[in-house]
């Protein structure tokens, strides 16, 4: 069976500032890995992911992700945060074949300070 | 394309009510999904279907919950009877097999379902 673990279910960073949101997962057998973006009231946008292609992976919104096999972690990241980044943000997995359930973590609340 | 579609957006019932939510997918597509997400769980899948079957319905709570789905553009959750724990949102998602790898889910903007 496949599962994330997002650490951190709240983050704050200033505006202009790094912006790291953590995810581990666990499969047993190779895993596609997906960012999701949810805003206030809305469902939930793919913002990127991982097929076993490129380890590092480019999004939307200026977001990318990158897939360490050794460490088992699938981080997002974006350079420079921006008002508009506040939302919710869930890391999710599947198995590469055979399977289309996606398995969702708990989500990380991402602040952005003024 | 409209997106996967669902109504109604907001649903308040009477605990003991009958609640019926629904969800049109984007054409295409052949697997349809139903999640729900609470504060204190997370998003949950309910149920996933493919080519209209139901493939797995592990996650659906309990027996007062079922889901349909008729054709390829229609789906149903329907709760009978409600009760207030199961006040949550409810989306629906919709991927097509082989690009649904690379596209992820289309999810809906759900039904929040308020149960009193």
């Known amino acids: 069976a496949q599962s994330v673990t997002q650490l951190g279910s709240h983050v704050s960073v200033s505006e202009g500032a790094l912006v790291l949101l953590r995810c581990n997962y666990s499969?047993?057998?190779?895993?596609?890995l997906f960012w999701y973006v949810q805003y206030p009231n809305q469902g939930l946008q793919l913002l990127l992911k991982?097929?076993?292609?490129?380890?590092l992976v480019k999004g939307i919104n200026g977001f990318e992700a990158e897939f360490k096999k050794s460490e088992t972690s699938f981080h997002l990241t974006k350079p420079s945060a921006h008002m508009s980044d506040a939302a919710e943000y869930f890391c999710?997995?599947?198995?590469?074949?055979?399977?289309?359930?996606?398995?969702f973590g708990t989500g990380t609340r991402l602040t952005i300070i003024p | 394309d409209a997106g996967v579609i669902q109504s109604p957006r907001h649903e308040v019932t009477e605990m003991g009510q009958e609640v019926t939510l629904r969800c049109k997918p984007i054409?295409?597509?052949?697997?349809l999904f139903w999640y729900r997400q609470t504060m204190m769980r997370g998003l949950e899948l309910l149920i996933y279907f493919n080519n209209n079957v139901p493939i797995d319905d592990s996650g659906m709570p309990e027996d007062r919950f079922s889901a349909k789905m008729p054709n390829a553009s229609f789906s149903t959750l329907k709760i009978q009877p409600s009760e207030p724990r199961d006040s949550a949102v409810y989306f629906c998602a919709s991927s097509l097999a082989r690009t649904g790898l690379n596209y992820g889910y289309t999810f809906g903007s759900g039904t929040r379902l308020t149960v009193v």
């Open positions: 999710a997995v599947r198995a590469n074949f055979g399977n289309e359930k996606l398995t």
């Open positions: 054409s295409g597509h052949d697997y």
């Open positions: 991982y097929t076993s292609a490129a380890t």
């Open positions: 499969s047993s057998v190779p895993p596609y």
